[in-house]
């Protein structure tokens, strides 16, 4: 029987300290480098990491990102500067009007 660790389906801190057979980890917005570090450090005889992405360009650049993503939760002011910054751009007649309205009241 082979072990497999299914990184996608328990948290980083799940598999922590688990070894398996085979590791497949699925990168995501929520993986950082330390989830990325548990999930390939799990397997034996294979780690796997599984990325979705349109080409091996757009791949590394989501793993370089994993790997300089901070989990660290810095406070309502950074999330609400940050969340300024994401929606600064988009069209301001567009669905994102009553977002801004909303925002210029607060």
């Known amino acids: 029987m082979r072990l497999q660790n299914l990184g ?6 799940g598999v922590q300290g ?9 990168l ?3 993986l950082d480098a330390a989830g990325v570090y548990v999930g390939m450090t799990r397997g034996r005889h294979a780690n796997l990491l599984h990325i979705v992405a349109a080409d091996m360009d757009h791949a590394k650049e989501q793993f370089t990102e994993a790997l300089t993503r901070d989990p660290a939760d810095r406070g309502l002011v950074v999330a609400t500067t ?4 994401d929606v600064a751009g988009l ?12 925002r210029a009241r607060l």
């Open 18 to 26: 688990a070894t398996v057979d085979v590791s497949h980890t699925v």
């Open 28 to 30: 995501s917005d929520a």
């Open 82 to 85: 940050a969340a300024r910054e």
């Open 91 to 102: 069209v301001a007649h567009g669905p994102v009007a009553e977002v801004n309205a909303e």
């Open 8 to 13: 996608y389906a328990v948290t980083a801190y």
